[in-house]
């Protein structure tokens, strides 16, 4: 209980329904903590109905985050410290979402090496995965793992638990596990392992496959190959209740220095990155066109638009030390996951935030409204300390 607590403190999240946050339950935490001790220990623990928030998709549309209370939360951990373990050692090496030492980097890596020796690429993407999962086939599936009948008990609860919509109305759930619950990626990975993982292993052994929760890829020698596969899976997806998003599911030809041909799909997009051909240098430095990810135009768009949001020019009140303080652990954290292939064209997006920089600068001193001056001044502000700002530690100056 202990543990499940310091982990969702270090997870931070927002309040639920109750509007109780870590801070409010770290006033008692030992009464709070034996309370939801007392209750799961007994079985008369009953969650509270998850806040429903709207958050948007970055190709348009929104998607509900359930967010359950931090009592919840802790109750979720509990359980999910218990479970994970007995379904970690079945995972495959190629699902990489939401797992122990896992990341959507070595998804775009081990998927980058593929393109480079099979023609062909499955681009999959599952419609709604945590809003259609029928709870008595993956209940079965947990049962399958674990003899602890508190954890079938209190799994059956989380997935019945009924949205409160931002009107307070309950809306109830006969399908699906909450997106935005503690211990919802592991079941949503128990529920795909069975349905797509494990299929591919027994029925496609052949085809090399990278799956991140509802997106996967699919590496096919041919065309035919790759068309049979779609039709497999979409009827077996749909024999589990859920069906492939057709709008962005396709096949793509990776058409490179060695590979010719004329079609129709020559790129794709996958966890945030597009794989397409670019120019790149061999040993000796001579360029030459391969099959490469660089960061997505979706991602380019979602954070020049999250940038735009921040409204620099409406903090003149506020110090470069300040403005810096506040947005680098954000600007770090694009860094990190959008600069570790074809890093130049990450870099283009990054300078808008300069872009947005000038803006203060013009706003907040009078001597320097003309753009060209507001530039100078943060260029030699950026030279004298690059480690101000994230993206100028890494050479991308105003």
């Not at 939401?98 to 993407?125: G, H």
């Not at 065309?223 to 589990?240: G, P, T, V």
């Not at 030809?253 to 990155?273: A, M, P, Q």
Request: proline share 4%; aromatic share 14%; charged share 30%.
């Amino acid at each position: 209980m202990q543990k499940a607590y310091e982990k969702v403190k270090a997870n931070k999240g927002s309040y639920g329904i109750d509007k109780q946050s870590i801070k409010d339950f770290e006033e008692d935490v030992k009464k709070n903590l034996y309370k939801i001790w007392n209750r799961m220990s007994s079985g008369s623990y009953y969650p509270k109905p998850v806040k429903s928030v709207e958050i948007p998709k970055k190709n348009g549309g929104t998607r509900i985050l359930g967010v359950p209370t931090v009592e919840d939360r802790i109750a979720q951990m509990v359980a999910k410290l218990y479970f994970e373990p007995c379904v970690e050692p079945i995972f495959y090496e190629d699902s990489y979402g939401y797992r122990p030492n896992k990341s959507a980097i070595q998804a775009i890596d081990v998927t980058r090496k593929r393109c480079w020796r099979k023609d062909w690429v499955l681009e999959f993407d599952i419609k709604g995965l945590f809003d259609n999962i029928r709870h008595n086939i993956l209940m079965e599936m947990v049962e399958k793992h674990t003899k602890e009948k508190w954890i079938h008990l209190y799994v059956q609860r989380w997935l019945k638990i009924p949205f409160q919509m931002e009107d307070g109305k309950i809306v109830e759930r006969r399908s699906g596990t909450p997106q935005g619950g503690v211990i919802s990626p592991v079941l949503a990975n128990l529920f795909m392992h069975y349905v797509f993982d494990d299929f591919m292993a027994k029925e496609f052994p052949s085809i090399a496959w990278a799956r991140y929760a509802d997106d996967g890829i699919a590496h096919c020698i041919t065309l035919k190959q790759a068309q049979y596969l779609c039709r497999r899976l979409d009827q077996r997806f749909k024999s589990f209740g859920i069906e492939l998003n057709l709008d962005k599911t396709r096949i793509v030809y990776f058409k490179d220095n060695d590979r010719k041909g004329d079609y129709e799909n020559i790129t794709f997009d996958f966890l945030g990155y597009t794989f397409r051909p670019r120019l790149a240098k061999d040993k000796n430095g001579k360029l030459f066109p391969s099959f490469l990810p660089a960061i997505s135009d979706k991602a380019k768009k979602a954070i020049r638009t999250e940038v735009r949001g921040w409204k620099f020019q409406l903090k003149a009140d506020k110090s470069l030390e300040e403005i810096a303080k506040a947005y680098n652990p954000i600007i770090r954290g694009w860094i990190n996951y959008y600069t570790h292939f074809y890093k130049s064209e990450a870099h283009r997006t990054f300078d808008y935030i300069n872009n947005c920089l000038i803006k203060w600068v013009r706003r907040k001193y009078k001597n320097r409204k003309a753009i060209r001056k507001a530039r100078k001044w943060l260029k030699e502000i950026s030279l004298r300390d690059k480690n101000l700002f994230a993206h100028w530690k890494i050479g991308i100056l105003p």
